[in-house]
């Protein structure tokens, strides 16, 4: 992915979230948003999935400008969001939280859309509760399943707002092996705490504190902010 920022401004209540002034970000595969709460990270990566929209600024990501994208279709084609918890619709099976969007956005054929499904939940592990209703599953089997629906329709960029924050360590740590997995198949921005976790996960790294990137460079130079 590539990002660029401009004199980035959001304000919640006259009280500035986000002000950023300059950012390039060229050739980034995996990012992770670190840094001390009510930093602005969740701020941040809400700008960059069309979710709040900029007072002022300019952001471009990957070439698009999203402070004013007028029709957003295009570039919500191409991204996925999973985020701390309640990602799924509770009334359906997995399965189906699954295939909802293939069959009735994208007109997918229910048994292609079935075979693509369970393709990806067993690449994930839960193939095995595919018929099970969403408050059957664990936390980690939730949001597994939460992975797999942001990336089934082909989302080339996936955006994680702390994906393991609210579960139990080793829920955590299940899905923390998913998304190792899953690198491979899309780029990905992450907002989380976890930084032995980002030491392993990303490859580039924004330490966010009080609106500002007070720092951020290859992953390995994250140690430096401890
Ligand atoms: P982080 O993700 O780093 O914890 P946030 O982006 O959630 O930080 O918050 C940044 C700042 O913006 C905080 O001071 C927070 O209280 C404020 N903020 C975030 N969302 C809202 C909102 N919807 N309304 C008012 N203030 C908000
Ligand atoms: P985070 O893990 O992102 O720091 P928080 O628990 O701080 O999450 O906030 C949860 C949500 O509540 C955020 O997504 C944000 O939009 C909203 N929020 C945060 N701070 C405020 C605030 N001061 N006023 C209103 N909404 C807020």
Sequence with gaps: MNIEIQNLIKTYEKESAIHIDTLDLKDIHTLAIVGPSGGG???????????????SGSLKVNGIEIVGLKDPKSYLHEIGFVFQHDNLFPN????QNVTIHLIYTYQMDEKEATTLAEKWLNK?????????KVHQLSGGQAQRAAIVRALITGAKLLMLDEP??????????EVMMTLMHMKEET??????????FARRFADYYLFVEEGKILAHGPIEQLFAHE
């Design 92 to 95: 359906l099976t997995v399965l």
């Design 187 to 196: 780029d990905m921005i992450i907002v989380t705490h976890e930084l032995n």
């Design 124 to 132: 994930v592990g839960i193939l095995e509760h595919k018929d099970k």
């Design 41 to 55: 990270k969740s701020t941040l990566l809400k700008l960059l999935g069309t979710i709040e929209i900029a007072d």
């Design 164 to 173: 393991t924050s609210a579960l139990d360590p080793e829920l955590a740590y």
